[in-house]
């Protein structure tokens, strides 16, 4: 029964072939979205044990942060930038869910992120929600909170203005970019709360330190950050 299971699913295959969303090439029958090479060679971090790290590290003085982390490095012409890409842009939500797994499996034996409360991903706004059919870093969110059985939520912080984008901004001019971009939306319901704040990618830090500072103004305990990748 399984062999004929199994080739069932290389012919579904051969005619509507099921690709690696990190290098291309078919999966294998006990493959899921990832190859095993892939998987085996993305280049993880281990910032999630460091407090210490290049992420935290780049956010001292910026704001007060519990901690901060990204599980991946992110190159680009790199396997990690494909499944961003597949994730924000090719509507492959599940790479999402299935990294925010692995990036949660690292949390869950961090002791720099115990005790979290809730799961906030970086809200788009509006408009780019509605061009885009989905936020992407939702998807994180509810990979991370089935591993770490801690609820997820976009309901509590929005996007209240449209930014231009960040690209080829400077340092400054991303920080500047942000300012009163984000808003809580009923501050008594995330009071005292420990927050995890999540993204799909990190480069200065001048979204996760706007959307971490308009929690901490509005009662929050304590912020901690987390995303899939950090762009070196």
Same mark, same amino acid.
């Given at each position: 029964?399984?062999? @004929?299971?199994?080739?069932?699913?290389?012919?579904?295959?051969? #005619?509507?072939?099921?690709?690696?969303?990190?290098?291309?090439? =078919?999966?294998?029958?006990?493959?899921?979205?990832?190859?095993?090479?892939?998987?085996?060679?993305?280049?993880?971090?281990?910032?999630?044990?460091?407090?210490?790290?290049?992420?935290?590290?780049?956010?001292?003085?910026?704001?007060? #942060?519990?901690?901060?982390?990204?599980?991946?490095?992110?190159?680009?012409?790199?396997?990690?930038?494909?499944?961003?890409?597949?994730? &924000?842009?090719?509507? *492959?939500?599940?790479?999402?869910?299935?990294?925010?797994? *692995?990036?949660?499996?690292?949390?869950?034996?961090?002791?720099?992120?115990?005790?979290?409360?809730?799961?906030? =991903?970086?809200?788009?706004? #509006?408009?780019?929600?509605?061009?885009?059919?989905?936020? !992407?870093?939702?998807?994180?969110?509810?990979?991370?909170?089935?591993?770490?059985? @801690? =609820?997820?939520?976009?309901?509590?912080?929005?996007?209240?203005?449209?930014?231009?984008? !960040?690209?080829?901004?400077?340092?400054?001019?991303?920080?500047?970019?942000?300012?009163?971009?984000?808003?809580?939306?009923? =501050?008594?319901?995330?009071?005292?709360?420990?927050?995890?704040?999540?993204?799909?990618?990190?480069?200065?830090?001048?979204?996760?330190?706007?959307? +971490?500072?308009?929690?901490? &103004?509005?009662? @929050?305990?304590?912020?901690?950050? +987390?995303? #899939? +990748?950090?762009?070196?």
């Amino acid at each position: 029964m399984l062999a @004929v299971k199994r080739w069932g699913y290389d012919l579904m295959g051969l #005619l509507f072939p099921n690709a690696c969303n990190a290098c291309g090439t =078919p999966l294998y029958y006990s493959e899921h979205l990832i190859c095993t090479k892939c998987l085996y060679d993305l280049p993880f971090t281990d910032y999630h044990i460091h407090a210490d790290n290049r992420v935290a590290k780049q956010l001292w003085g910026r704001l007060s #942060l519990n901690a901060a982390m990204a599980m991946l490095y992110f190159r680009k012409h790199s396997k990690v930038q494909n499944l961003i890409h597949n994730l &924000k842009y090719n509507n *492959k939500t599940e790479v999402g869910v299935l990294l925010g797994n *692995k990036l949660g499996e690292r949390l869950k034996f961090s002791p720099l992120y115990q005790d979290i409360d809730l799961i906030i =991903p970086v809200p788009l706004h #509006l408009k780019k929600l509605r061009i885009r059919g989905y936020n !992407q870093s939702l998807y994180i969110a509810e990979g991370i909170s089935q591993i770490l059985d @801690v =609820p997820f939520s976009e309901a509590e912080l929005i996007r209240s203005a449209a930014t231009e984008s !960040q690209t080829k901004k400077s340092r400054y001019n991303r920080y500047e970019n942000m300012q009163d971009v984000f808003k809580v939306v009923k =501050p008594e319901q995330l009071s005292r709360k420990l927050i995890l704040l999540i993204d799909d990618v990190i480069t200065t830090g001048a979204t996760l330190e706007a959307c +971490a500072n308009e929690l901490l &103004k509005n009662g @929050v305990a304590k912020v901690s950050i +987390a995303a #899939l +990748a950090f762009a070196e």
